[in-house]
Each structure stands twice: as C-alpha cells, then as structure tokens.
C-alpha cells in the first residue's frame, strides 16, 4: 500500500514539475471535438512551473469569430493565447527571445497542435511581437500572478 501511494506521488509530482496537471485536460477548441467538455478542475497556481521556454506561433483570420475553450469567441486582434495545460483566464508574459519585446495575454484557448510549440499567440499579440511575419520564434513565458479581487465589503 505504501509503495502504491509513494508511486502515486512521484507521478503527482512529475506531471506538475512539466506544468501539465491532472484533470485539465481538454480539447483543442479548433479540431472540433463535438460532445467533449472541459473539465472543471483547475490547478493552483503554485503548482504550476513559473518559466517555459519554447516555441510560439499565431493563429488568425481562419479562427476569427470561432468558439474557443473558454466558451468566448475568438478575436484574432485582442492579446489572448492558446496554451496545453494553463488554467482559461489566466495571464502570462511572453518574451520573444529574438527581439526582447513583450506582451501579456490571456490564456482562452487550448492549443497548439503542433507538439513542438508551447503556446499559440492571437494574431493581435504575435503583431505586437513583431512575428507575424516569422509565424514562429523562441520565446519565454512567464506567468503572471494575479490577485484575487476582493469581495465588496458594503460599499456602495
């Protein structure tokens, strides 16, 4: 038994260390997966790795207006990203790697398909990133922790 729950831990351990986290995962809103929901469990924060490094693309016109995973239309001018295991709604830095320039977008989707990519820009952030003419550079991510909103306290 104690072998099992030491093993069971490890596995814990190690698929939080990558920044994956058990029951998130979900479908890639652009192949279409009729029928399958996103779970509703999300990680903390804390458990998930603060830096990647990897390689970006963008996705444009040909998703405009198409339903992502967070259930919002996709707006290939606002700054919002596709990413396999962040938490919908969270925000993060991306540092194109070339050029130094940076930009905060906000995870709304899943993606990319491409396995060797770590995050899909909206066509708005890779613009701002200066590669929508590359279509994919090295970047850094960097989450970006953001306070909890206080609820209101009477005021009016």
């Known amino acids: 038994m104690l072998r099992v729950l030491s093993q069971a ?16 995962s979900t479908p ?4 279409g997966a009729p ?13 998930l790795r603060k830096v990647q490094v990897g390689k970006a693309s963008w996705y444009g016109r040909v998703f405009q207006h198409k339903q992502t995973a967070s259930g919002e239309p996709y707006d290939m ?16 830095k ?9 930009v905060v977008v906000r995870i709304n989707d899943r993606g990319p398909v491409t396995k060797s990519r770590i995050i899909d820009l909206s066509y708005g952030a ?15 991510l960097d989450l970006i922790e953001t306070p909890e909103i206080a609820e209101n306290d009477g005021l009016q």
């Open 28 to 31: 890639d809103s652009r192949r």
């Open 9 to 24: 831990a490890a596995v814990l351990v190690f698929t939080t260390a990558l920044g994956a986290a058990p029951g998130n």
């Open 94 to 102: 991306v540092t194109d790697l070339k050029t130094a320039r940076s």
């Open 126 to 140: 890779a613009k701002m990133l200066d590669m929508s003419k590359h279509g994919v550079d090295m970047v850094r």
């Open 77 to 92: 001018f606002q700054f919002t990203a596709a990413h396999r295991t962040l938490p919908l709604g969270c925000w993060v």
């Open 35 to 47: 029928g399958q929901t996103q779970d509703t469990i999300t990680p903390h924060p804390s458990t």
